[in-house]
């Protein structure tokens, strides 16, 4: 069976920082991502990264705040969230495909086959 898990959410304040993990199981996954979702908004993308690590994608409002990593060992997927702002309070959702992403795909939801159940962050200000 497939399946992503994430865990490390959590209320913290502005400028705190938290670490995300999301573990899959039942196979391996070439390009993994976070994506996020606030009440009342839509689903909307946060970091990838390539099966080698050595290839990131962020959005603009987490760049040089948050960091995706892999440890393709343990198949896992990281986010480290450093200077945290109310505005990114929302739902983090592990993503995971088995295809190599190029391109503008890295961004689209739609090209991951694979969803964990999400984890909630809420950062008071």
């Known amino acids: 069976q497939i399946q992503l898990v994430e865990s490390g959410g959590g209320l913290v304040q502005t400028g705190d920082s938290l670490r995300l993990s999301c573990a899959a199981s039942?196979?391996?996954?070439?390009?993994l991502a976070w994506f996020r979702q606030a009440p009342g908004k839509e689903r909307e993308f946060v970091a990838a990264?390539?099966?080698?690590?050595?290839?990131?994608y962020y959005d603009d409002s987490v760049k040089g705040r948050f960091t995706i990593s892999r440890d393709n060992a343990k198949n896992t997927v990281y986010l480290q969230m450093n200077s945290l702002k109310p505005e990114d309070t929302a739902v983090y959702y592990c993503?995971?495909?088995?295809?190599?992403?190029?391109?503008?795909?890295?961004?689209?939801?739609?090209?991951?086959?694979?969803w964990g159940q999400g984890t909630q962050v809420t950062v008071s200000s």
């Open positions: 993503a995971a495909t088995p295809r190599a992403l190029y391109g503008s795909s890295w961004y689209g939801g739609n090209e991951y086959n694979y």
């Open positions: 039942g196979r391996t996954f070439s390009s």
């Open positions: 990264i390539n099966w080698s690590g050595r290839n990131t």
